[in-house]
Every structure is written in structure tokens, then in C-alpha cells.
């Protein structure tokens, strides 16, 4: 068995908590004891602009951060499934946000899972937790890490501070994990 | 095996200071690096330390001086721009044979130039950057765990040899999250610091200066700092041969751009061509002899760097006319990807074969 | 029985200085000397020497001492006060060192309110570099570099550190004293006693400037260059203290 290998580029507008669930997702993978690198764009553009960040996961130390072909792509807007979809890998992963992405994938070589993130968002309560949707629902199809330790992740990050969004987040990432398993 | 964490190269950096024993940080605010002066402002005063964030790099630069002078441990960070502003004070660090450590969170110049990771300050950390004939030690971090373990060493190396230690890393490495360990290894036996100013209290008084008005001595005073600069060359060269064994080619590249190349190489031998990577750790010293041995054994060099070619010309020297030296560079932000540097060996072995 | 009621300070070296005749350096010199003497703190003294005529003020202090670049030495002062708060540290910086090329060092230094002392030599000319216009050159006055006399429309206004450092909320005690005839040298050494005493009780910044002759780049003999300092510098700068802790005020005071 060839050692185990995962990139993702996640991607969006600024504030919708891109950077989060791609540390999130980093630190998880931590827990489990592989290598990860975690690495975001950054500077001005990240300021009401595009946000996305790269993370890479192996068994084998870790070459190259970033990354020309990703594996797989969590897209949370417009301008990112452009600038992404033509270079994800044949045979790869899109997950893309269906709420606020309104152009059609064009790429037929790969796997496209469909997620209304913002609307369940809302459902669950908050419109701010649709990336928690999205991560749920690429863990589901990758089963890269266990649910449990991104729960763990998201009580680390959110500190004493924010605990009362625990919950929340943790209701919002499930929803993820369900439709990704549908 | 100590807890790992998960940390950005910054922020990573500054606790390993802090961990090294590094009590005082005079900074001033630049893109990328800010995530470290923010961290020491917070964390030292923790640990009964002092943080101020000086008017200019200059000033910053003359806080390390008095603080060095007067026997701390102490370390600044800038970036590009901000690291040029040093200069002058490195020069006198150096000079007065004072030991700190200097981080630079490289990008992309001339001048304001940008933002994004880059290399292109090599030439001004190996060769001199300031006036007079001066060295520093140099360190080239290519991930975030070798950061952490380099900042550690770098204190040590400072105190060992009187001398500035610069710890050479890019946007990349300073942005990037990596799971690391903080391992403690005991403390060398290090030099006491009876030259510090603490106060003429039982010993004669302690003087820090750089002044020699009589040639005779200032060429003593050249002639001693060399003598230095050839013992780190003698004990501290530090290199990764990686996958160098049965290599055909060589790629030569530090920090960031090695790690990029190591996936280059996995991608090469996928494709049959035997690849190696030679990663100079210390820019300076640097690694000649590595070069000048494994020249007789391969006949194409490429150097890839995040610049228009300045660790070139130390391969150059290393290898000396013993194989073809070829390069690619990235510069302004841009970074090369594997896939880049890929067809680019791939091309040099395929002509060869022609 | 014998008296002696005159000596060499015991912080100063037994040597001859390599000042010009009629230079104010070896006057102010011996008051720093005094001071440190009477204050019984040369053991914990720290000193940082300035580029300019008087980087060689190591030489005869006999205290710990750095020697700065051309202007940085409040920043070289900062670092070590903040490695050794119990450290007496001061700096000496001439008027091309201090008001020029480390306008930004004082200012902040002081701004941050940094527990140091400066002493301030004001001579109104670069006299080690050969007697260039400084940047508190009095206004008519002739330099190598302002042949035709210091004119505001072509060389600017001259800087009055003293009053413009007194503006800082940081800085505790700033005064400006002048060292041409004994009167004003008793009066100077007690305001650089002062200066020493604030840092000591942990109050702050302080300065104090010295107005100081400089007979050979002025082009004149050591009296007239004290005539000088009375006639001409002093109208321009005028002495006094600018700031003492008891007038100082914090903006939450205020």
C-alpha cells in the first residue's frame, strides 16, 4: 500500500472562515499523527477579497506546501471556482458551495459534491457556520480524519471565549457530514 | 517525543527564542513578518522579559546593541526592506563582536518591492549587507520544525562565537502551519560573558566598541574577526544531501524552494530520472566542499532559488568548473512550483542525452 | 595641616583629553565626573559615547561604556536600561549626533519616557568632521558648509531640544545650562545633578543641554568664543530648566 497522500485548496471570500476550517482541518490531522502543512494566501487580498489556503497531508514528510493540482477543492464562491476548477486533479474531489456559487462546474473527470452550505446554515441557526457545512461534508467523502478530532480542534480553537459556539459549529459540521454521505 | 503543536513559522520562531532563553525583542511592524513582534509583546512579559517596539529598524537594531552589550539574550525580526534598515547596525553588532540573533522573513525588493516569499536577500545576509568586512552566521530554515530547532541553535552559535546569527527565512516558512515539537537539548558549555556592561563593580571597567583610529589595530582587530569566520567555516558547515546516493542530476535550493524541489524529485524519479537535492542549511558557512564532491559525481547542477541567482554564485565557487551549473529562478513573489523545476531538470538530463 | 581642596574626580582617568583649548568637552567632562562621584555610583554606572569630537569620552570616564553610531546611542541606552533597570545609564551626544542624524532615537527615547539621562553638548557647529553647519547652528552664523552665514530661507531654522523635548510627557527633568564662565558651570553641574537624581528615583527621562564653546571651527580665540555663547547663543537658546518632575504632568494628570 502506497503511503497515505491528501491536498485541498480551500477557497472563498474573506470572512467566511476559509483559513478556520482549513486549520481546523490541520490540526485534526495532527491528532492522528501525520504530517500536515497548512498555508494561506496572504497580505492585502486576504482583506474583503479572495481567501483560500492549502493544506497538505502525508504520511511521508511533506514536500512542497503548495500546490499546482490539488486533489481536492472546497469552493465557497464564484471567483475561486474559477480560478480553481481547471486545476484540480483528474479524478478529484469539488466540493462546492451551491448557496453562493452560481456558475456550473465544467469539469466532467471529477467528483462534484453539491452543497446548499449557507442554506443549512441558516436552517441550524446561523449563516456564518456554512463553512463548518462544507468541512463536514469533505471529511465525509474523504474520510481523512474522524469526526471526533475535528470536534476536539473547533473546542481548542474557539477557547473559553466563544465556547457558547461549540455547538452551533458542531450541529452545522454534522449536517456536512450527512449530506456528504448521501 | 514531546507534544507537538500546531503553529505558524512566526509565531513558532518567537516562542523558540523564548524557549532558548531570548528575554528581550525590539522590533518594528512589517508585512510578513508581524505575527512575531506580536507574540513576543505578549509572551515576554511572561516570562519576565521586556518587548518594545522601537520608532524605526534602526532604532530596533540599537536596542539589540545595548541589550547584546549588556549580556542578554535578545533578537529582532524584520523583513526585506526592513533588514536593509539594519544594516548599519549589524555592521556595528558585528563589529563590536556582540552576540544576537537576526530574523529576516524574506520578500520580494528592490526597494518596497512586495509582499509574497522570496530569496532574494542572500547576497545581503552572506556576503556583508553592511560596511566593512563582516560576517554572519546564516541560517536557512526549510520548514517550520527546522525553524524552531535553528532558532535554538542560533542563540547558542551566537554566544559561541561573539558574532550576529541570521536566521534566513522566507514569507512562506513566517505564514505557514506546521506541527512542531519544542525540544530542549541541554545548553553548551558557552563562554562567559565577562565583556558585558553590567556595571564596573570589582573588575575593571568593560568597554563595547568598534572604533580603531590606529590601523595597526584595526587590522588586528580584521584580522581576529576572520580567524572566526574560518573556525565557523571549520565546525558549523551544515547541508541535507537528499536522495543524492545514485542522483544523476543535482538540484541545489534552500529553505522554502527545497522543500518545493523535494516533491520535484519525487515527480522525476516517477518519471525515471534519478534526481537529487543538495540543501545547504548554513548559507554561511556554506557547504563548498559538498558541492565540490558531488560535482565529480554528477554532471548537471540546477540551482533553483526564489531570485535571479545569488546562491548561484556559492555553488559556482564549490563546484568550479566540475560539472554544468544551470539555473531557474522565480522572483517578485512568484514561486517556483515542482512541476517548474521538474521540466526543468527533466529538460537538462534529456539534452545531456541528445 | 594640608587641604586639598582641588582634584581630579576619582571616575576620570589621569589623563590629558585631546580637546581643542577653550572646548567646552573637558568642562562638562569633569561635572559628569563630579556627579558620578558624589552620587557614589560610578559601580553601576553605564555610559554610551556618541560619534563626533567626543567619541573618545571613554578615554576618561573610567565607567562601563558603549560608543554608539552617529545618533543611536538613546536606543543603545533603551536596550541596556531594559536589560539592567539598576544600571545609572547615560548618553553623551553632541548637536550634529543628536538633533540630526538621531532626531528620531531622542525623541522616541524620550517619548517612551526611557529611565536614561542625556547630556546634550550643544556647540553649534560638527566640530570633529572639520566645522559644518549643524542643525543648531544660529542663524547669520558661518560654517564650512554655510559660507555665506545661516540663512532661513536657504538653510532653515535652528532646533531647540530642549524646549521641544520638554513637550513630551515622557520626559521627566529637561534643562539647558551653558559652561563659558563659573557661575553657569555651578549652576550646570547642579542641573546635571538633577538629571542624574530623577533617573535614580525612577522618574523618567532626562536631559540636560550644554551650551559649549567651540573656539577652533567658530574661527575664534577662547575668549571671544565665550563672549559668543553670551552674546549670540545664549539669546538663542535660552537657559533654564524646561521641565522638572514636580512641573511634569501625564496626559492623566492633565
Known sequence: MSPFYEDVIIA?????????????????????????????????????????????????????????????????????LE??????????????????????????????????????????????????VMLGAYIAKTKIVVKENILEALKKVLGKEKEELFELNKIAFEKGI????M | MGEKVLISGNEAIAEAAVQAGCRFFFGYPITPQNKIP???????????????????????????????????????????????????????????????????????GPGLGGILPSQSDYFQATKGGGHGDYRLLVLAPSTVQEAVDLIMDAFDLADKYRNPVMVLADGYIGQMMEPVEFKKSPPPELPPKNWAITGAKGRPRNLIKTLYLNPVELEKHNLKLQQKYLEMAKNEVRVENYMTEDAEIIIAAYGTTARITKTAIKILREKGINAGLVRPITLFPFPYSTFKEIAEKVDNILVVEMNMGQMLEDVKIGVCGRAEIHFYGRTGGMVPSYDEIAVQAEKIVKEEAI | ?????????????????????????????????????????????????????????????????????????????????????????????GDGDLASIGTAEIIHAAARGENITVLFVNNAIYGMTGGQMAPTTIIGQKTTTSPNGRAPGREGYPVRVAEMLATLEGAAYIARVAVHKPKYIIAAKKALRKAFETQINGLGFSLVEFLSQCPTNWGMSPQKAVDWVEEKMIPCYPLGEFKTPETKKTVEEA
Open chain 3, 1 to 93: 595641616m594640608l587641604v586639598k581642596v582641588f582634584e581630579r574626580p576619582k571616575s576620570m582617568f589621569p589623563v590629558t583629553t585631546h580637546y581643542c583649548p577653550g572646548c567646552g568637552h573637558g568642562i562638562i567632562h569633569r561635572l559628569l565626573a563630579e556627579v558620578i562621584d558624589e552620587l557614589g555610583i560610578i559601580e553601576r554606572v553605564a555610559g554610551i559615547a556618541p560619534v563626533g569630537c567626543s567619541v573618545l569620552i571613554y578615554n576618561y570616564i573610567n565607567c562601563d561604556m558603549y560608543e554608539a553610531a552617529h545618533g543611536r546611542a538613546p536606543a543603545i541606552a533603551t536596550g541596556c536600561k531594559r536589560v539592567h533597570p539598576d544600571l545609572i545609564v547615560f548618553t553623551y551626544q
Open chain 2, 38 to 108: 506580536e507574540y513576543m509583546s505578549k509572551r515576554l512579559p511572561q516570562v519576565g522579559g521586556c518587548f518594545v517596539q522601537a520608532e524605526s529598524e534602526i532604532a530596533a537594531i540599537y536596542m539589540v546593541f545595548g541589550a547584546a552589550g549588556a549580556g542578554a539574550r535578545v533578537m529582532t525580526s524584520s523583513s526585506s526592506p526592513g533588514i536593509s534598515l539594519k544594516m548599519e547596525g549589524i555592521s556595528y553588532i558585528a563589529g563590536a563582536e556582540l552576540p544576537c540573533v537576526i530574523v529576516n522573513v524574506m520578500r520580494g
Open chain 1, 178 to 181: 450527512e449530506i456528504g454521505n
Open chain 1, 83 to 132: 480560478a480553481f476548477e481547471p486545476r484540480l486533479k483528474t479524478g478529484g474531489l469539488l466540493v462546492v458551495n451551491t448557496s453562493l456559487v452560481t456558475l456550473q462546474p465544467k469539469r466532467t473527470d471529477v467528483n462534484i459534491v453539491k452543497v446548499p452550505a449557507n442554506e443549512i446554515a441558516i436552517e441550524v441557526g446561523n449563516d456564518k457556520v456554512a463553512n463548518m
Open chain 1, 12 to 80: 472563498g471570500f474573506g470572512g467566511q472562515g476559509i483559513l478556520f476550517i482549513g486549520k481546523l482541518l490541520a490540526y485534526a490531522v495532527m491528532k492522528e499523527g501525520r504530517n500536515v502543512t497548512w498555508i494561506p494566501s496572504y497580505g492585502p487580498e486576504m482583506r474583503g477579497g479572495t481567501a483560500n489556503c492549502t493544506v497538505v497531508v502525508s504520511d511521508e514528510e511533506i514536500g512542497s506546501p503548495v500546490i499546482t493540482n490539488p486533489r481536492s477543492l472546497i469552493i465557497m464562491n464564484n471567483p475561486s
